[in-house]
């Protein structure tokens, strides 16, 4: 579903150009659960926004379900992050002093999804990762940090994108939560979702399929986890 | 996204501050507030001078002298001449076409004593028809006859006011005396009440009989005004030049720009008076516009920050499929609800301001429909276009800067 031929990536500061990313191939298939891993630096975070169709690559070509998105405009991207993509962020990024429940509905408003059904969904969703019903009416800033991100999760997955993209999140939780979250994850990939995971975490890479080596802006390793592990297995 | 989603994406966004919205709104409010009082007050003025200018009399023309110029080249101002006389407004009535009714005056301030009062008002020597030229109706006895004009007799006729500050409110004190200028009036007939205040109250005048006034009063043979009544509005124009054609021959001038009088219609009076109530309602207006202005550049002052305060939120929105129209949308819609409410309550209470004057200070104010339709669509453009550079900085935002915005 996801093709980049030769991906480049430059940032000007005046005169001064930084290439970040020094010609990238890969693809990725329905389903998949890849793990792009690299030291802080190494261009992983541009990566995502190339592949979460934020940013546009300088050069080179990405095939996203069959279609060249690398020259799209600011607003076609936006149709497509809107239809396709579920993001996930290392802060959450959650509307503060919003209920739950609004928070996982504003992708349906973007979407145009029709006002009666849109907590329908959300609600689902919500359940879908395992957040008590309980708290669906809270405000999103009285939420622990796991739930938070159970709640981006579920806002992630509202729309039913076929792609969820996910930087570091668990960045910001304790191991336990993170562990809870990474479980969602591969829940959400058993059920046919292709997921790719943004870490610099080695532990948290084993608990994808395939693994993305990045370094200085190129690929240095890809690999497929044979087995990928469970959390359990990690922590032996 | 549908407009409910926006409208209530609005309240929420507007209702998470309320004290920094109040206040915000408030600027607008006063802004508003006093455009919609500064207007009523003029749209007052203007419709009670435009009253008082009717209630003169319809289709009125009035004869005044001009400059005097006869002795020396040194003019004494408009209206100082002498050069109007009784002989000028019988020559009016039986030559010019279409003319109802002339009636000469002259008119002058003097003091009044009766019965141990006095007051200082306008003195009116005219003749039997003035009333109906000037559609002044009497409430108490008669008016001055055609007799009385021509035996000089010393009779007067009361305004109301003129009646209420020498003998009392609502008193008849015919056949009693006044003493103007030294001279025993016998009192013959009060006069309606017109309405209308201030200078130039046609309640607060004394009427005697021109010959009277010309011969023991002012002891010249001149009038200081000549007032002709139209037969129609149709004719007005018509007379207008007749009488001026007239005057100029029997005055012996051949140059109109050397006239030694005018002939003003109550058109003119009123054209003037209105372009002059115009001016400075448009002058009010004005000056209770800047405060709107800079109410509007407190609103944009708001959107600034919450743009900024809201930048990862926005970066998110943008994340989850937001576009730049949703974007500068959302902004936009922000910044017109609070001038739009801004607006409803200055439109109150500017009514209520105006009422206030109204019912404290007795000065006529008027709100118009005009004036709260103005107000209206200037609070939505003041958001719009004090909202638009805010929202244009959102939508403009880059997502990915946004969304790691501290």
Known sequence: MIEIKNITKVYKSGDVETKVLKGISFSINDGEFVAIIGPSGSGKSTLMHILGCLDTPSSGQYFFEGQDVSQLSDDELADIRKKKIG????????????TVLRNVVLPLAYANIPKGEREEIAKKSLLSVGLDETRFHHLSNQLSGGEMQRVAIARALVNNPSLILADEPTGNLDSKTGEVVLETFKNLNKQGR????ITHEKYIAEHAKRTIFLKDGEIIEDVINHRSKTVQQIKE | MLITDLLEETYLAISANKTRSGLTILGIVIGIGSVIAMISIGQGATGSIETSIQSMGSNLITVSPGFQRSFSQVSAGRGSAQTLTIEDSETIAKEIPFVGAVAPELSRRYQIVAKGKNTNTQVVGTVASYPSVKNIEIDQGSFISEQNVSNQSKVAVLGPTTRDDLFGEGTIPIGETVRINGINFKIIGITK??????????????????TT???????????STISVQAESPQVMTQVQTGIT??????HNITDPQM??????SQQDILGAASSMTNTMTILLAAIAGISLIVGGIGIMNMMMTTVT???????????????????SLQFLAEAVMLTFIGGVVGIILGSGIAYGITFFAGMATKISLFSIILAFSVSAGIG????YWPAQKAAKLNPIEALRYE
Request: charged fraction near 20%.
């Open chain 1, 87 to 98: 993001f996930v962020f290392q802060s959450f990024n959650l509307l503060p002093r919003t």
């Open chain 1, 194 to 197: 292709t997921v790719i995971l």
């Open chain 2, 193 to 210: 009440s017109k309405g209308g205040t201030g200078f130039g109250s046609q309640d607060d005048m004394v009427f005697i009989p021109i």
């Open chain 2, 213 to 223: 006034a010309q011969k023991f009063l002012a002891g010249a043979d001149y009038v």
């Open chain 2, 245 to 250: 054609n007239l005057l100029l021959e029997l």
């Open chain 2, 259 to 264: 006239a030694d009088f005018s002939v003003l």
């Open chain 2, 309 to 327: 305060e809201r930048t990862r939120e926005i970066g998110l929105r943008k994340a989850v499929g937001a576009k730049r129209l949703d974007i």
């Open chain 2, 384 to 387: 719009i276009v004090f909202g």
